[in-house]
């Protein structure tokens, strides 16, 4: 109430003289008014006319500055409100939270789920449990560590309570001439999809020749160089060696390192609206006593674990034709074949036989369309061939497997930064002769900084 | 395995022998940097563009195409503040090369020649897809042009000194042309000042902060987020109370919802450019801003 009080006094004074004056003095004050208001005008116009004049001038000493170009252009302004000053906090890495989980029903028990043909590869593999699952909690931490090098964490928290490191890397940053190099526990290159985070996929799972054949995706401990040639073609080499601790290799009991991974990546664009990649990968890798075999016709293991070498090709191929920002048609491949020669061992660990090899292969072709600015289905074929293994006391019943899965999607993007999705997999994986329907709901949600994502 | 370690030697020794061209080269992430590029570098730079005028670039993909085209790049012009931050690192990450970097002088951002509207006070994504920077959507303002085109002279300069002289005349002519058409373009804009209309994106802000057009409201309710019916049944009364002479929508946006809210309040919805390339008019960065204001002038007649 004190501080109205002046206010409401002042206001009653104001309309004092207007009540007791007669049209005359409004007339004055009218004029008054007026004067001041023109007097005003002429001030603002005067201090108008003398900035135009300051920016001219300033313009003109920054024309002749840059006529000289002698002198390096100042650093870039700091960002307007981006006051860093002296906090602590401004030099801490980037950090994303990707939050993810499904309800799952499937038909048939998933905890006998297996790939008919295939050595078990990963605990990553199949449908996972029935109702609701608590997915991947994926914690992204980056930055650039000094002129020459930027890091990068990506921890997964799952929902048994464990942090696994999903990766953790150094890069370079400072090469030239199209070199990078990459260290420490990072996505292997090859491929298509093996270098893509779990909630940047199409589906809820990976397609079953990679869960067979690498256990989901193959993670390299150790180093990688890539180097891009200076071609409008997209064109882009790399090379990787490590300890070879995951499927199919197993860590050797010696120094040095365990296998190699060549790939070539081609890609390009067909007009303006179609882009594609295409690629060639070879993977070797050595592995000692690896446990895991396969079985007979009768569901009796052949055997339990295997020594020796496993020799991996993959084909990869991927298009995108997006003809409007609200559109885009996706298609994409990938072929795998593997040979593997050794010695195999019982569950006792004796010698069963040392002239065990076989030829697996596998391959997927999915298609993801997005009808809507928020929409997308898509479907997606797998087809595997276990192989015949061969030996010389091989048993005559061996299992000829020929698992197969297709899958249905269906998700809602409210945003870039949270996705729905409906699947359905009509899944012949365990090539029994008896299939698995399975409907898995998702969410994929991210906070934290922007991630940018690979093609 | 050794036919393919032979193969994988074989292109990799072609693809180092491979000649370098002597133009600057120079990639642009939208098609207004790569003109702007163009009218100050003329024939010593060699241009590509990432995107179209009918592209969202928001969201464009870190294709192959443009990894290789940043690999050997010497000057990487981006807008910055952000609105590159879903494809652009990636590309620099992939490119192996140091030159284009962020901080190093073969890369340049647009927006560190500007002061940016909109800076948010508060971020929070519960208010859409706000951009912490400011709106990065620039170049709808002359003003701005102007401002990064003395920028990126320098840098020119900076990183090709040999041609310095060139670019600075270059430089000082597209300054002068640019001048004599702003003072063109305002004059002949003045009836526009004042006019209200409803925009679609907030990347219509510097356009109307130019020419003074009062925005009303706004068909996406957030930024980022498409509108609900519901919404625009509220924009339809709202609109009702306060009317307004134009919608206005970009090239590369959905017409549906400005054409169905074009119908309701009797205002026409205009398609501008946006980008150069976004319309027929708009061949270079002069046609951009004669086909916008030729647009809206004939939309408020």
């Known amino acids: 109430m004190m501080v109205f009080r002046p206010v409401a006094a002042l206001m009653a004074l104001a309309t004092l003289p207007a009540m007791a004056s007669g049209a005359d003095d409004v007339a004055a004050l009218r004029a008054e008014l007026q004067a001041l208001k023109s007097d005003y005008d002429a001030r603002v116009d005067a201090l108008e006319a003398r900035i135009r004049q300051l920016e001219a001038s300033a313009q003109a000493s920054a024309d002749a500055a840059e006529a000289l170009a002698t002198a390096p252009p100042a650093a870039p302004a700091p960002a307007p409100g981006g006051d860093v000053g002296d906090k602590a906090s401004a030099f801490n890495p980037a950090i994303s939270l990707i939050l993810g989980g499904n309800f799952t029903g499937t038909?048939?028990?998933?905890?006998?789920?297996?790939?008919a043909g295939f050595p078990p590869a990963g605990d990553e593999a199949g449908p996972?449990?029935?109702?609701?699952?608590?997915?991947?909690?994926?914690?992204?931490?980056?930055?650039s560590i000094d002129p020459y090098f930027a890091g990068t964490l990506t921890a997964a928290i799952n929902g048994d309570n464990e942090i696994e490191v999903e990766e953790a890397f150094f890069r370079t940053t400072a090469l030239r001439d199209g070199f990078s190099v990459k260290g420490g526990r990072f996505f292997s290159g090859f491929g298509y999809l093996n270098e893509v985070h779990a909630h940047a996929w199409d589906f809820v799972d990976q397609p079953l020749v990679y869960q067979a054949m690498f256990g989901g995706q193959h993670k390299q401990n150790g180093v990688q160089v890539k180097w891009l040639a200076p071609t409008d073609l997209f064109l882009e080499f790399g090379a990787e060696t490590g300890n070879g601790d995951n499927f199919p290799g197993t860590r050797l009991e010696s120094n040095g390192f365990n296998g190699a991974t060549l790939f070539v990546h081609v890609g390009g664009d067909i007009g303006d609206y179609t882009s594609w990649r295409g690629g060639v990968s070879w993977l070797t890798q050595s592995s000692e006593a690896r446990s895991g075999g396969i079985d007979d016709a009768d569901g009796q293991p052949l055997f339990d674990a295997f020594s020796g070498d496993s020799d991996t090709?993959?084909?990869?191929?991927?298009?995108?034709?997006?003809?409007?920002?609200r559109r885009q048609l996706k298609v994409q491949g990938e072929y795998m074949h593997r040979r593997e020669s050794g010695s195999i061992f019982d569950a006792g660990g004796s010698l069963l036989a040392d002239d065990y090899r076989n030829t697996r292969a596998g391959w997927y072709l999915q298609s993801v369309y997005q009808f809507a600015p928020r929409w997308r289905v898509g479907a997606r074929y797998d087809s595997l061939d276990g192989g015949t293994p061969a030996y010389a006391f091989a048993p005559p019943n061996l299992l000829d497997a020929s698992p197969e899965r297709i899958s249905l999607m269906l998700d809602w993007n409210p945003s870039e930064f949270s996705r729905l999705r409906a699947q359905y997999d009509w899944d012949d994986a365990r090539d029994d002769g008896e299939t698995d329907h399975a409907l898995r709901l998702q969410y994929i949600y991210g906070i934290g900084a922007h991630g940018a994502h690979k093609y | 395995m050794k036919d393919f370690i032979r193969l994988f030697a074989v292109l990799l020794v072609g693809a180092v022998s491979l000649p370098a061209s002597a133009a600057l080269k120079v990639l642009a992430t939208t098609p207004d940097w790569g003109a702007l590029a163009i009218e100050l570098g003329g024939d010593k730079v060699n241009v590509y563009v990432a995107t179209t005028a009918l592209q969202d670039v928001h969201r464009v993909e870190a294709k192959p195409s443009l990894v290789a085209r940043a690999r050997s790049a010497d000057l990487v012009v981006a807008t910055g503040a952000?609105?590159?931050?879903?494809?652009?690192?990636?590309?620099?990450?992939?490119?192996?090369?140091?030159?284009?970097?962020?901080?190093?002088?073969?890369?340049?951002?647009?927006?560190?020649?500007?002061?940016?509207?909109?800076?948010?006070?508060?971020?929070?994504?519960?208010?859409?897809?706000?951009?912490?920077?400011?709106?990065?959507?620039?170049?709808?303002?002359?003003?701005?042009?102007?401002?990064?085109?003395?920028?990126?002279?320098?840098?020119?300069?900076?990183?090709?000194?040999?041609?310095?002289?060139?670019?600075?005349a270059r430089g000082m002519d597209f300054d002068a042309r640019w001048d004599a058409a702003i003072k063109a373009w305002e004059a002949k804009a003045a009836p526009l000042k004042g006019t209200p209309v409803v925009i679609m994106h907030r990347d219509q802000v510097y356009l109307c902060h130019w020419l003074g057009l009062t925005e009303v409201a706004s068909i996406e309710p957030k930024p980022g987020v498409p509108p609900t019916a519901a919404y625009l049944g509220a924009l339809v009364s709202k609109l009702g109370t306060t009317p307004v002479r134009l919608i206005l929508l970009n090239a590369y946006n959905d017409p549906k919802a400005a054409n169905w809210l074009s119908e309701r309040v009797h205002a026409p919805a205009v398609v501008l450019p946006f980008s150069v390339g976004g319309s027929d008019g708009a061949k270079d960065l002069f046609g951009l801003f004669d086909d916008t204001l030729n647009k809206l002038l004939a939309a408020v007649k």
């Open chain 1, 107 to 115: 038909s048939r028990d998933p905890a006998g789920w297996h790939i």
């Open chain 1, 313 to 325: 090709w993959v084909v990869d191929g991927v298009l995108k034709w997006a003809p409007s920002p």
């Open chain 1, 128 to 143: 996972g449990g029935r109702s609701f699952n608590l997915g991947e909690s994926e914690l992204t931490f980056a930055a």
């Open chain 2, 82 to 168: 952000e609105l590159e931050v879903g494809w652009l690192p990636v590309l620099l990450q992939e490119s192996g090369n140091a030159r284009v970097q962020p901080g190093q002088p073969g890369y340049f951002e647009a927006a560190s020649a500007l002061r940016l509207l909109e800076v948010p006070a508060k971020l929070d994504r519960a208010m859409g897809d706000i951009h912490p920077l400011g709106n990065p959507h620039v170049q709808l303002d002359p003003h701005n042009i102007q401002a990064v085109a003395h920028a990126l002279t320098a840098r020119l300069s900076q990183i090709d000194p040999s041609q310095a002289a060139f670019y600075a």
